[in-house]
Antibody, heavy 121, light 107 residues
Framework: EVQLVESGGGLVQPGRSLKLSCAAS????????MHWIRQAPTKGLEWVAS????????YYRDSVKGRFTISRDNAKSTLYLQMDSLRSEDTATYYC??????????????WGQGVMVTVSS | DIQMTQSPSFLSASVGDRVTINCKAS??????LNWYQQKLGEAPKLLIY???NLQTGIPSRFSGSGSGTDYTLTISSLQPEDVATYFC?????????FGSGTKLEIK
């Protein structure tokens, strides 16, 4: 059974940093692209970033480019999202998700339960 | 960015009803359209990928159709366990974008 467990969320002041983790199990992590998606309170879902199975290719939405870094450790089956220079508009529940396609970057299949990030002074 | 307009936002129907939810893209997305279900307190679940392909383990009462800019999710006979929020996702081009969601309740 595929399991994705996010951690590392919490309350942080504007301008500070936070690093999210997503521990994966139940599948061969190194064979699948991975993604971060977020949902602000009372707002819709928003794709944040994606990473290829090897980690060699990364993609970001414009509003987080230069501030967020997606990475992965295939030996630990763990996905990360380093979030720097946080803004109030980054406040959201953050989900990690697997890609649907073997060794590709397509769309989202399995999702974690999400972790809350609140950016506030 | 491709905008996804989803309708209705809220839907109340009776058990056994046929239910349809729509998503309209701001440009042709070439059938790169997925549907997800999110029950309260749970992670989203993939129902249908690439317009009309049922994900493994999903009941056959769920189906998808569409092309170009217009797509539909159909539940042929609504069941109590289908109470959830449903949303579409276009993955034709980055940034991938979602519909705003449809909250489905039992009348």
């Amino acid at each position: 059974e595929v399991q994705l467990v996010e951690s590392g969320g919490g309350l942080v002041q504007p301008g500070r940093s936070l690093k999210l983790s997503c521990a994966a199990s139940g599948f061969t992590f190194s064979n699948y692209g991975m993604h971060w998606i977020r949902q602000a309170p009372t707002k819709g879902l928003e794709w944040v970033a994606s990473i290829s199975p090897s980690g060699g290719s990364t993609y970001y939405r414009d509003s987080v480019k230069g501030r967020f870094t997606i990475s992965r450790d295939n030996a630990k089956s763990t996905l990360y999202l380093q979030m720097d220079s946080l803004r109030s508009e980054d406040t959201a529940t953050y989900y990690c998700a697997t890609d649907r396609v073997y060794y590709g970057l397509s769309s989202f299949d399995y999702w974690g339960q999400g972790v809350m990030v609140t950016v506030s002074s | 960015d491709i905008q996804m307009t989803q309708s209705p936002s809220f839907l109340s129907a009776s058990v056994g009803d046929r239910v349809t939810i729509n998503c309209k893209a701001s440009q042709n997305i070439n059938k790169y359209l997925n549907w997800y279900q999110q029950k309260l307190g749970e992670a989203p679940k993939l129902l249908i990928y690439n317009t009309n392909n049922l994900q493994t383990g999903i009941p056959s009462r769920f189906s998808g159709s569409g092309s170009g800019t217009d797509y539909t999710l159909t539940i042929s006979s609504l069941q109590p366990e289908d109470v959830a929020t449903y949303f579409c996702l276009q993955h034709s081009s980055r940034p991938l974008t979602f519909g705003s969601g449809t909250k489905l309740e039992i009348k």
